[in-house]
């Protein structure tokens, strides 16, 4: 047996995570075209598509808070 504490298994990295970090980088992606958009109507539909991207991530974070997951740049609750 060896000496001292056992390594632990990192944390399980469940879908909701997976998505948070998706929908997060999405929305960074999309507010990012919507800066460089050359018409109002390109950068409006951008602008959309970046707040429901901020809606799903923002369900991805409720669901992992409830299942008790740590989630990097959050503050501990």
Do not use: C, H
Request: aromatic share 6%.
């Amino acid at each position: 047996m060896p000496d001292g504490p056992t390594p632990r298994r990192p944390a399980r990295i469940t879908l909701d995570g997976q998505l948070l970090g998706y929908w997060e980088r999405e929305a960074a992606r999309l507010d990012a075209l919507a800066a460089n958009a050359r018409f109002g109507w390109q950068r409006r539909g951008y602008l959309r598509k970046a707040e429901s991207a901020r809606a799903q991530a923002a369900r991805s974070r409720v669901r992992e808070v409830e299942r008790g997951a740590v989630i990097p740049g959050e503050p501990a609750a």
